[in-house]
Nanobody, 124 residues
Framework: QVQLIESGGGLVQAGDSLRLSCAAS????????VGWVRQAPGKEREFVAA????????SYADSVRGRFIISRDNAKNTVDLHVTSLEPQDTAVYYC?????????????????WGQGTQVTVSS
């Protein structure tokens, strides 16, 4: 079991930046791919980014590539999502999620463990 807690969301203006953080506890965190998935009002969950267990490789949704950067610190059991150049269409609940794999970076919402989510609202 892996427990995940997100933080860092908020209300910002278009063009602003945020750092979303995910703190993990439980099983050995460094054995898992960790990703971020978002869900906008009235829409299905959407893959955002994922990072391998070692932190050496990452994948991104086309809609965020170049604006979002995912990173992890296995010594601290944390994964961050640095989001820049925010747009109103980035408004969503952002979930941290873990996948029982060390290197599968498929851009899907198939994850085994989920946090409760943190709200990001971008005003125009």
């Amino acid at each position: 079991q892996v427990q995940l807690i997100e933080s860092g969301g908020g209300l910002v203006q278009a063009g602003d930046s945020l750092r979303l953080s995910c703190a993990a506890s439980g099983h050995i965190f460094s054995n898992y791919v960790v990703g971020w998935v978002r869900q906008a009002p009235g829409k299905e969950r959407e893959f955002v980014a994922a990072i391998t267990a070692s932190g050496t490789d990452a994948s991104y949704a086309d809609s965020v590539r170049g604006r979002f950067i995912i990173s992890r610190d296995n010594a601290k059991n944390t994964v961050d999502l640095h989001v820049t150049s925010l747009e109103p269409q980035d408004t969503a609940v952002y979930y941290c999620a873990a996948r029982s794999s060390r290197n599968v970076l498929s851009r899907t919402t198939t994850f085994d463990y989920w946090g409760q989510g943190t709200q990001v609202t971008v005003s125009s």
